[in-house]
């Protein structure tokens, strides 16, 4: 049937608009010798709107919306699983196109929704206490898969009934390093921050990072939004152990890279992660030290417990001794606060999301830094 090899390839060929920044979908529109302001339109009926179809947009001409569809589509990822936990946290498992599988998580608060999204199919990193770790690392998503997580969400938020703008906050915490998809990510932050899309704000959306510092200083003069560090220890030699890209970049690179993040701005702050391992990293001087080394940097400490996954050698630390550890670092004049585990029923927690990734890395084969990837 030479017919249905042609179509199919023509729908490969297609632009996916979930993925393209209004600047994208101006040009787009340029290519096709339309006016570059309908790319307003569209970015409100894709993502103010969460339509699919061009043929709905009727402040478009018939004949637009037809060029439209024969070259462009609004495709999110397939959702494979949705799983709702006892405390209202709500997990999806996308199935991308090519097979891999992603996750993405929906944090219900009284004042705000969070919904913590995948960057990567997998994770190069390789620290040792993180399940996406376990399952190796394959690619970098694209932004419309990037975004294709949010407008999903959002849609189906909708759906089971909460509110109209169920997502006031984003962070960049699921599975994968943000920025090492540099492009794609910021790409998806200027979606992001849109106002004809989702018109989230600077401070609501979060790049998580195990401390890429190149691309750090990077992200400060793409779009400074909210950084978080995952830093998980107070000295180089079990940060090493920990965080394996620490090799590359030691604490002292990256605590200045973080200073000069917050610059001169006011009241900003980065967020330094801190998962709790008992008898590794959760001795009252190790807390000490930590307070000793982010002297002068604008910090705060989100304290982690734990979250265990099969196979893994860690355990959590007692909660008296995170509330010991949180209270000497508040001595030390540090705002830290400990993370409430949500969603753990439904492996929805930090670090026990693991979609089904195909490894493409040889893991025997990789260098010491964790972080040189090869294909097959
Ligand atoms: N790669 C990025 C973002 C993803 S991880 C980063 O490293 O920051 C989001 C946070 O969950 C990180 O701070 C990560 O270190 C933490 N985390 C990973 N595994 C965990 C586990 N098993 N329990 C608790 N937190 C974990």
Redesign the pocket.
Known sequence: MPQNILNVGAEAAKVNVLGLTQAGLEHLFSGMGEKPFRARQVMQWVHGRLADRFEVMTDLGAGLRAGLASIAEVRAPAIALEQTAADGTVKWLFRLADGNGIETVFIPEADRGTLCISSQAG?A?N?S????ARQGYNRNLASHEIIGQLWTASARLRALGYSDRPVTNVV???????LLNFEAVVSSLDIMLDDLAYGLSRRRVTV???GVVPAIHQLREACPVSL???L?APDDALRNEL?PINRKYPIAMLLEACRRYVGDEPRRRITF?Y?MLRGVNDAISQARDLARVLRGVPAKINL??????PG?RYVCSERTRIDAFRDALLAAGIVTITRRTRGDDIDA????LAGEVRDRTRRSGKSADGITVHGP
């Open positions: 994770c990193l620290c206490f993180c399940s996406t960049f915490m699921g599975m994968g390093e943000p998580s990072t195990s978080a560090v995952s998980h965080v992660e998962v982690i417990p734990f979250n265990p996954f893994s927690a930090c670090g026990q």
